[in-house]
């Protein structure tokens, strides 16, 4: 089972960008999918969440500008990113939890938010 991460760039503040994560290989179904991220000499920290029912929870520096959203067909995770501050400057890391498999990680993408 692997988690592809994609869609990481250099953007000026105010902009926006999309990440995507893709869930493949051989696994039974995905519960949550969360994003994390990690900036330079900061701890990981949650950014965005979602669980199977769809239900969502946001970190309060992302709430409003960032949405995540899901398609279950394509076992992706999005993560709309808006109005983007240079201190969303990170690596993000997407994670999902699988069914009977657990919790897995992706290989991250970089985020940079020029000011």
């Known amino acids: 089972v692997q988690l592809q991460a994609s869609g990481g760039g250099l953007v000026q503040a105010g902009g926006s960008l999309r990440l995507s994560c893709a869930a493949s290989g051989n696994f039974v179904g995905v519960n949550t999918m969360t994003w994390y991220r990690q900036a330079p000499g900061k701890q990981r920290e949650l950014v965005a969440h979602i669980s199977s029912s769809d239900s969502t929870i946001y970190s309060d520096a992302v709430k409003g500008r960032f949405t995540i959203s899901r398609d279950n067909a394509k076992n992706t995770v999005y993560l709309q990113m808006n109005s983007l501050q240079p201190e969303d400057t990170a690596v993000y890391y997407c994670?999902?939890?699988?069914?009977?498999?657990?919790?897995?990680w992706g290989q991250g993408t970089l985020v940079i938010v020029s000011s």
């Open positions: 994670n999902a939890v699988f069914v009977i498999l657990g919790s897995r």
